[in-house]
């Protein structure tokens, strides 16, 4: 099997191991880039010559950390100081900045081969999307705005690769390109170096191919506990299945990929559970929405400044907040999160996590419509963990996957529960990638 279908755990314990090399993994990576981008379209830039140069001393040294010797993308609003970070916006092709973004020095450091980046939705926000198509069906979109990231992690080109969420930006490209992604707890890992939208909102993640490759992310990040928590039976679990209060904007692959999700689980012997969210819950969607665009206000006003008529007019309509958000209404959506971050987390005496949709369904037609986010902003804005699983395919054979929900810092046992639940969940992502 060619290096660049193992999964980053895989290749990890095989470079360390000395049966594989860092260079045969990234010149593996780098042919299928070669023969797969052209069509999916998931980098923006890639420096195949250093990375291959970089990869070569990693294998002359003893282990920098976790990810030594292994290929990662960073998303292309998250900067690097020895390649271009374009933000996808037509106003910063040439620029470079002088540092790299505090992630992407945790992950060169922790012995990671800095592949490229990855394309994005303009800012990871709005106006321009990524020209990246879904590697299942060129057809449809990858789902936004992490991308290139999502694509490449699903189409074998990469291993791991960075992702942001504000809305839905990470955990719905995970399920639409059938992969693995985490979502940390708001503000474990540093945002440093990665463009702003929300400051209440933006959280870095990371996509990978097996909840092994979130966990060897996530202890170069020293997330709290990682690789302490013991992996429970499944049997021993009580798991709750939420629809959400937005169950009206499920599509039938999404309400099939929840049903497949309990049945399995529950013949594998685990308690299943319904959880009716409380009243108040009704509001979050709306809050989120709020939170987003009053404080994309202030993260887009310099560039609107400084750009005027060359910037896209949806950052122009965020400064100029055409929604009308005022003081009062950005109190009252802080309000309402902070209310129910502490009435999700006290639900928790009763059950071990949450399952619920990680989307509504399929990956929509084309690359504009990245996807809806209904399912993902509720739990951004509760600042929780949120793992992908992918789960089944649609009726127009493209992924649909789930996600499990813990309380806030509780990263550690989120992913030692990911290593019981997802084997039980995910019975049908393919080792190699399927061609479009």
């Not at 400044?305 to 060359?310: G, I, K, M, T, W």
């Not at 999160?337 to 071990?352: G, I, Q, T, V, W």
Request: hydrophobic share 40%.
């Amino acid at each position: 099997m060619e290096p660049c279908f193992l999964t980053a755990a895989e290749a990890a314990a095989r470079i360390r191991d000395g049966k594989l090399t860092s260079e045969a993994l990234v010149r593996s990576c780098l042919a299928r880039i070669e023969a797969r981008d052209p069509q999916v379209k998931a980098w923006l830039y890639v420096d195949k010559a250093k990375a291959i140069a970089t990869a070569r001393e990693l294998d002359k040294r003893p282990p920098m950390g976790p990810l030594h010797g292994l290929p990662f993308g960073i998303k292309d609003m998250i900067d690097t100081a020895d390649m271009p970070t374009t933000y996808n916006s037509p106003v910063f092709q040439d620029y470079r900045p002088a540092r790299d973004a505090a992630c992407v020095g945790v992950a060169r450091f922790s012995g990671a081969v800095i592949l490229g980046k990855t394309d994005t939705v303009e800012f990871a926000a709005a106006g321009r999307r990524a020209a990246t198509r879904n590697p299942k069906n060129f057809g449809h979109t990858p789902g936004g705005s992490s991308s290139g990231s999502g694509a490449a992690v699903g189409d074998r080109q990469v291993q791991l690769a960075f992702g942001t969420q504000t809305g839905g930006s990470h955990i719905r490209p995970a399920s639409f390109n059938g992969i693995y992604g985490l979502k940390p707890t708001w503000g474990s890992v540093s945002r440093e170096g990665a463009k702003q939208y929300s400051n209440m909102l933006d959280t870095i993640g990371w996509y990978g191919r097996s909840v092994a490759d979130l966990s060897l992310v996530a202890s170069a990040f020293r997330l709290h506990a990682v690789g302490e928590v013991s992996v429970p039976e499944v049997a021993s679990l009580k798991v709750a299945w939420c629809r959400t209060p937005f169950w009206n904007r499920i599509e039938p692959a999404g309400e099939k990929a929840l049903a497949l999700a309990c049945e399995r689980l529950s013949k594998a012997g685990a308690t299943l559970v319904e959880l009716t969210l409380p009243k108040p819950f009704d509001g979050m969607f709306e809050a989120q929405n709020t939170i987003m665009m009053g404080e994309g206000r202030a993260s887009f006003l310099d560039v609107a400044l400084e750009f005027r008529d060359r910037l896209h007019q949806d950052f122009h309509d965020r400064v100029g907040n055409t929604l009308g958000i005022t003081p009062e209404k950005l109190i009252a959506a802080y309000d309402l999160a902070a209310d129910c971050r502490r009435a999700f987390e006290a639900l928790y005496s009763d059950f071990d996590v949450v399952l619920t949709p990680a989307s509504p369904g399929e990956a929509p037609e084309g690359t504009y419509n990245t996807g809806d986010h209904v399912f993902n902003a509720m739990w951004t804005l509760l600042h929780v963990p949120c793992l992908g699983i992918p789960c089944t395919t649609g009726p127009k054979g493209l992924p649909v996957g789930v996600q499990i929900v813990a309380p806030r810092y509780d990263d550690a046992r989120l992913l030692a529960l990911a290593e019981a639940l997802a084997p039980v969940i995910d019975l049908e992502t393919p080792l190699y990638a399927p061609e479009a």
